[in-house]
């Protein structure tokens, strides 16, 4: 499969919102060890807003707008630092995206390059400071290594390369977040941030392995 | 934990639907929103807009009203409002002379707040921001824009508001906003924590017997853990830190705020301040005036701060005048 037609995507947009929602108690345990304790209740509470929105909204004229709809949702309903990071996740590469109907790897990987070059702007996070970016930086780089694959190849790369990220936040201290006032002692703990990054691509890699 | 709320998901905008409907003499709603405005304030002036996490009432909520902010913006429990809550409320108040957010320096009502500030520009509304970090125990002095915002907001609001209703424009408000800011430092000290209402686990752990010197309103880690000690040596290791920070010298004149988190009585409170007037008084400074309340809180979190405000004559003009709202008021001081 090389292209994603508006309600294929519109279905695996649904589908990272239930694998995240479902990913709650996790999310919360992973960050209750060195953070506030609040980012699977919040994120789960961003992904069943957009889920509601994405419903609501139906059906959409462009993909762009199915992007935007989900950014939207999680940033008016999560506040905080994830719901602006998670949120521009979804709209960061929209920027200068004419409007589309069908969604090919390549876009995909721009738009993703497009959202993370907004979300170090806004957040002003690098890879190592035990963010979502140490787990979003490398899912880029690895779709941007694979022009023109198919979605189940670019995706399971996607997945893996966050996969890898995330278990490398274990080494790092913390630069944000409540975790950074705790210094080593954050090393050996995962960031939720980044486990979230995770689930999502592999929620997007479960979908195209399966359609 | 036994918290008298229905479902955890909604305290924030059930808090709010009491508050205002009680207060409704004073406050509007902005649609269905988790914000409101002060319905007498002053037109054709610089509107004050403050806001942040929810769970530290009475900030932000008590300090709208005459004399104060014109609006609040409240987020979920300890989160930042969302840029979109923000905006509506900017432009709920926004009378063509700009506006002022005021704000704790916290990462998510940084980013928030300044992606407000972009929707309101494509909406026409001037805006600037003063972000608030009077938390000396949080960062070294070097660093002090990364330091957090806590108990030392009251002060920064009040003032602020005050040149607003004294009818200075944007820049000068903002200017003396910068001033009661920079010259404001607190240090808190926790004895047990607070929680997140719908959460069992407590936002921090500390020991029966154990206190933290510096620890943040959300259990962020402070500068040393000791045993528990009586109110003298508490209070004694706080003055001294504020006294290095603050470079406090005999003849400065200042204003003193000793401020409970939640669980920590009047009693206890007058206590601290007891001890503290000694120091106050062996140092020669001018004590102008004392408030001694719960002003900025964590829910049931025990322990509390100690702020104090450098004055010179232009701040203490706008501390001065009077001020009210149902969780904050004062007349207007000689």
């Known amino acids: 499969m090389k292209e994603l037609n508006l309600q294929q995507t519109m279905d695996m947009l649904m589908e990272v919102c239930r694998a995240v929602i479902q990913s709650k108690q996790l999310l919360t345990e992973v960050d209750s060890s060195i953070g506030d304790g609040d980012h699977g209740i919040g994120m789960a509470g961003g992904m069943e807003k957009a889920k509601a929105a994405l419903a609501e909204g139906a059906p959409f004229a462009d993909i762009n707008t199915l992007f935007k709809t989900t950014g939207m949702a999680m940033i008016n309903t999560m506040g905080g630092a994830s719901g602006i990071i998670f949120g521009s996740m979804f709209l960061g590469g929209l920027k200068g995206l004419e409007p589309i109907t069908v969604l090919d790897g390549n876009t995909f990987t721009r738009m993703m390059r497009g959202a993370l070059s907004a979300i170090k702007a806004r957040g002003k996070a690098e890879m190592g400071d035990k963010t979502m970016v140490d787990a979003l930086e490398p899912a880029v780089l690895a779709m941007e290594k694979l022009p023109d694959a198919d979605w189940v190849t670019l995706m399971r790369a996607a997945a893996d390369a966050a996969k890898t990220g995330v278990e490398n936040t274990k080494l790092f201290v913390a630069k944000f977040g409540k975790a950074q006032y705790l210094g080593e002692r954050a090393i050996g703990f995962q960031d939720a941030g980044a486990t979230s990054v995770f689930i999502i691509f592999n929620a997007m890699y479960e979908f195209v392995r399966s359609h | ?334």
């Not at chain 2, 407000?116 to 026409?124: K, M, R, T, V």
């Not at chain 2, 005036?289 to 025990?302: A, H, L, Y």
């Open chain 2, 1 to 334: 934990m036994k918290k008298i709320i229905n479902d955890g998901q909604n305290v924030v905008a059930e808090m709010l639907s009491g508050y205002l409907t009680a207060y409704s003499r004073y406050y509007e709603r902005v649609g269905d929103s988790n914000a409101f405005t002060y319905k007498n304030r002053r037109k054709h002036k610089v509107s004050i807009v403050i806001g942040g996490g929810s769970g530290h009432e009475p900030l932000f909520i008590g300090f709208v009203g005459k004399g104060l902010a014109d609006a609040a913006a409240c987020g979920n429990i300890f989160a930042s409002p969302n840029p979109e809550l923000i905006m509506n409320t900017a432009q709920a108040v926004d009378e063509g002379c700009g506006v002022l957010f005021l704000y704790g320096c916290y990462a998510g009502d940084n980013m928030n707040f300044d992606m407000a500030e972009e929707l309101c520009a494509l909406e026409d509304i001037q805006t600037a921001h003063v972000r608030i970090w009077d938390d000396c125990a949080s960062a070294p002095k070097e660093r002090k824009e990364t330091r957090r915002g806590i108990a030392g907001d009251v002060y920064v609001i009040k003032v602020a508001a005050a040149a607003a209703d004294a009818g200075y424009p944007l820049d000068e408000v903002v200017r003396i906003a910068e001033k009661a800011r920079d010259n404001i430092n607190t240090i808190g000290l926790a004895t047990s924590p607070g929680s997140i209402p719908g959460l069992d686990k407590p936002t921090f752990e500390l020991g029966a017997d154990e206190i933290e010197f510096g620890m943040g309103l959300h259990g962020e880690p402070g500068i040393e853990r000791t045993k528990m000690q009586p109110a003298a040596q508490l209070v004694n290791r706080m003055y001294d830190e504020l006294k290095k920070e603050m470079l406090l010298q005999a003849g400065q004149q200042i204003a003193v705020l000793v401020n409970g988190l939640g669980s920590t009585t009047l009693l206890e409170l007058n206590i601290v301040y007891h001890e503290l007037a000694k120091h106050l008084t062996a140092d020669g400074l001018d004590v102008h005036d004392v408030e001694i309340n719960q002003f900025c809180t964590c829910q049931e979190m025990g322990g509390f701060s100690i702020t104090i405000l450098k004055l010179d004559e232009e701040l203490k003009r706008f501390y001065d005048t009077a001020c009210y709202s149902p969780y904050y008021a004062r007349e207007a001081l000689a």
